[in-house]
């Protein structure tokens, strides 16, 4: 007699993959970390060389601006890994296609990693931490090295349908998803288009457009985003007890968009406020009150000044005692 | 997730999968049973490589059979899966 089983229960958190999609994998890995470098490289020079017009500035500052902040931290994390606040079809389809300019995956990918990381801060189960490669103990330089760009070539992949399954039930979100690659080469294609456009010489546009509306801008927004996992788990400032290494760093905070208040997100994973102290600037949270403000937002969540003070009292006894 | 109950039974039928395979994957989409087409292959139903490897392991587990973590990738369908799964018992 077979017994009743439950498709949820006893799930692994990784899941065994073909070699093809392994490899896959690997080259969007290694296309990410060396492609924008080397296109960063290139431009840098150019600007020493020729000097670097308002419009291409100006299309790096905007592509940023909807990568890092609306797509990045307010799309993939805010919203689609924490349902910190709750917002239309057409924002959240907007958002989550603007996170996939940052070239760091498809969303369903990106969300369940980074609730694999929550249920596993800095052990052994944690995607992207600098003291676990894998199963195996890191740390120091390796450890820095393997959470800011070794992970992704050699982890181990998340299980979607334990960890993203809300996702699934989202037609749009299975769209946007499933087309990842045209979105993302959109997003170096948009620029380049906007170059020629708006440049005198519509070719130079056109190359300036691609380069840093595109390539540096990638760039940029991945090492911003790696050093979430990286750097604020390893050096900073902590504000709260929690069960990780994760710090908070000013000085990472206008680049990341609010995301090196690290400790702060791993203390109150839910909020939508990152940026918990007046002067801890947090683009993402602005972002978000923008959107509220403009009807397009709603049940935002912060956590109450009374669990602030508690879990703060609660580091406080922490070093006390120890 | 909520739970989908396997067959209460010895012996499963091709139905028995197809119609697990169904209501899983219409709880997991958040459609009907009857929007579900057992001749669709799974990539276009929006299913990532992850997911067909645990949705593998979750079938492996409800009916007690081995099955290859690359199942649903050389069955692109619930009628292939279910006509190579009740072979396997």
């Known amino acids: ?322 | 997730m909520s739970t989908i109950e396997a067959p209460v039974t010895d012996v499963f039928t091709e139905n028995d999968i197809t119609e697990w395979m169904s209501e899983y994957l219409a709880k997991l989409l958040d459609v009907s049973v009857d929007e579900i087409d057992v001749d669709a292959d799974f990539r276009s139903m929006g299913l990532d490589s992850s997911s067909t490897v645990g949705i593998s392991g979750d079938l492996s587990n409800s009916f007690g059979v081995e099955l290859g973590e690359s199942l649903l990738y050389d069955y692109p369908t619930i009628k292939d899966v279910a006509s190579h799964v009740v072979t396997l018992q």
């Open chain 1, 1 to 322: 007699m077979r017994e009743t089983s439950q498709v949820d229960g006893g799930r692994q958190i990784t899941v065994g993959i073909s070699d093809r999609t392994k490899l896959i994998q690997q080259m969007h890995a290694f296309g990410i970390t060396v492609i924008p470098a080397v296109g960063t490289v290139i431009a840098v020079y150019l600007a020493f060389v020729n000097g670097l017009e308002m419009y291409a500035l100006t299309l790096f500052l905007v592509f940023y601006f909807m990568t890092m902040v609306l797509g990045i931290t307010v799309g993939f994390h805010r919203l689609l890994s924490h349902c910190a606040f709750k917002t239309g079809p057409v924002v959240e389809a907007m958002l989550t296609i603007f996170g996939c300019f940052a070239f760091q995956g498809p969303p369903i990918y990106w969300v369940s990693n980074h609730r694999r990381h929550h249920g596993h801060s800095d052990t052994h189960g944690d995607i992207h931490s600098p003291y676990f490669k894998n199963e195996d103990k890191t740390g120091g330089l390796k450890g820095f090295i393997y959470s800011h760009v070794g992970w992704m070539f050699d982890h181990k992949t998340t299980s979607t349908i334990k960890y993203a399954s809300n996702l699934f039930k989202n037609k749009n979100m299975l769209f946007i998803n499933k087309n990842y690659y045209r979105f993302a080469v959109a997003g170096l294609v948009l620029p380049a288009l906007i170059g020629a456009f708006v440049a005198a010489d519509p070719l130079e546009g056109l190359a300036m457009g691609f380069l840093w509306g595109g390539l540096v801008r990638v760039f940029v927004s991945y090492h911003a985003t790696s050093s979430v996992n990286s750097i604020a788990h390893m050096i900073g400032s902590r504000d709260y007890d929690t069960n990780d290494t994760s710090r908070n760093n000013a000085w990472l905070s206008i680049v990341s968009g609010g995301e090196t208040w690290h400790n702060n997100h791993h203390a109150f994973p839910s909020s939508a406020k990152f940026g918990l102290k007046w002067w801890q600037v947090d683009l993402g949270f602005y972002a978000v009150c923008l959107l509220k403000l403009l009807g397009l937002a709603w049940d935002v969540k912060t956590p109450s000044n009374h669990l602030m003070n508690k879990k703060n009292q609660m580091l406080n006894k922490h070093l006390k005692e120890h």
